[in-house]
Each structure stands twice: as C-alpha cells, then as structure tokens.
C-alpha cells in the first residue's frame, strides 16, 4: 500500500503524516526568514528583500537567464521581476547583458559583489546555526545534520514540479 493508497496521506504505523506537513512548512519558512535578516546584520550587508534574495538565487542557478525565465521559474509577475532586477542591477549585484543570439533581448548574470555578498551570508548563515545549535541538545543538532540531505531532495523535488505559482486547495 502507497501513501496515496492511505487515508489522508497516513504513515504505514497508523499515524496522519499530513498533519506534520503545515507545521513543517512553518518551521522551514520561519528558519529562512531568521537566517536571511540575522545573516544580513552578522555579514553588514544592507537588508535585502525577500523576492531580492530569490531573483539573486535564481540568477546565480542559471546565469544567462531572461526575466521570463526568472519569473517562470519563482511563479511571479514578469513586471515585478523586471522592477526588481532594475533595483539589483542598480545596487551592483545583477548584470544585463544583451543576448548574442536576440539583442532585443537581455540576459542576467550575477555580478562579482553579488558572489561576494551570497559567500558572507553563507558563512553568516553558518556561524549562526553552529552557534544556535550549540544551545540546543546534542540529539537535535544530529537529527539536523542527518535531515539536510532529505531536506536537499525535497526542495529538488519541489522545485523540478514546475508548479511555483499554483495555489492550494480550497
């Protein structure tokens, strides 16, 4: 029998995995914004936006991709990736360059201080888990290190489902 054989989504042991699900997504989506605003002030970076930090992550996955592309890809509005790109190209973090094969086109590229700016919050990002994690018990920072690789497929799987935009059941 397959989870999708069993009510509501339930583990083989008779339990409702779907329930753990919200909190998950709760948790996740909290770590990351903890991590983005107190990686920022560690690294002295100037706050950067949510969708700022998205479009950057996006850019710096696929460099050479158009604003269609990006927007594709996040499931937002063309135009308000445009009006972001424009406010990072303007602080120096993403590059336009015309695409060779369509000059009517521009291609995105990360720029050097945009590397530069993900490497300090990476090491920021780091420092502030290892620190945090030295708070907790023993047990949480292993079941921590152990979840990163199925965390890693997860956010794989997710993101190769294309359905960035799609809205949740009513």
Known sequence: ???????????????DLADAWPPLASAVHELSRVLRSVGERAA???AITGSEVEVLRCVSARPG???????????LQASNVSTTVRSLAGR???ERRSDPADGRRALLYPTARARRH????D????????????????ADAGTLRAAVP????????????????AHPPA
């Open 1 to 15: 029998m397959t989870n999708i054989d069993r009510p509501h989504g339930g583990d083989p042991h008779g339990g």
């Open 118 to 121: 993900r490497a300090l919050l």
């Open 44 to 46: 002295g970076l100037d």
């Open 150 to 165: 199925a965390l890693t497929r997860l956010a794989g799987a997710l993101d190769a489902r294309g359905d960035h935009g």
């Open 65 to 75: 991709s158009t604003v269609s592309a990006v927007s594709r890809v996040l499931g």
């Open 92 to 94: 120096g973090l993403l």
């Open 123 to 138: 090491a920021a990002w780091a420092q502030g888990i290892e620190r945090a994690l030295a708070e907790l018990p023993e």
